[in-house]
């Protein structure tokens, strides 16, 4: 809601290692997420146009962004602007004033999370690809040793038929 609060902010995380991208307000912050995926989103309540339960709704109403965490970050100290920023999508909740080892701490916290879960979907999507070409593969196999049966059923066929006939 203050750009001293976000230029503080942004600079504890880039010290940290973190690479930040900075928005004034909800709708911008939707369009700057919309392009660059990021692993966090930081979210105060009290923003220009868009507050943040608002801009945190309309994330999660996009695919894309959706499993993005939000971490809201407010003056708000009431139970109730807690639970409504649950209710909205976000994973946690730190008030204003902010210890900053506080801050570092959840933020790697959620980052590393995040980072687990989008690296075991791929993994999954990864076995799964594997098991569909694996079954696929069987697949083919038993096609082609059931052609290769009925062929041998008709050919021994052919062959009793035409002993049956010499018999006779």
């Not at 994330?59 to 970050?73: G, M, Q, R, S, T």
């Not at 933020?107 to 999954?124: G, K, Q, S």
Request: glycine fraction near 6%.
């Amino acid at each position: 809601d203050q750009l001293s609060n976000l230029a503080f902010l942004d600079l504890l995380l880039i010290e940290k290692g973190y690479e930040t991208q900075l928005a004034r307000n909800g709708e911008q912050a939707l369009l700057i997420a919309g392009t660059s995926t990021p692993d966090l989103i930081l979210l105060d309540i009290t923003m220009p146009g868009w507050d943040g339960y608002e801009t945190c709704r309309h994330l999660k109403e996009d695919a894309k962004l959706a499993k993005i965490p939000v971490l809201f970050l407010s003056a708000h100290d009431d139970p109730q602007s807690r639970v409504q920023g649950f209710r909205a999508g976000g994973v946690d909740y730190i008030n204003k004033p902010f210890e900053q080892e506080e801050l570092l701490a959840r933020v790697e916290t959620h980052v590393d999370l995040f980072r687990l879960r989008e690296h075991l979907e791929h993994e999954i999507d990864n076995r799964d690809t594997q098991l569909s070409e694996y079954a696929n593969t069987l697949e083919r196999k038993v096609e082609e040793r059931t052609v290769e049966l009925v062929a041998a059923k008709e050919e021994a066929e052919a062959g009793n038929r035409a002993k049956s006939q010499f018999l006779a």
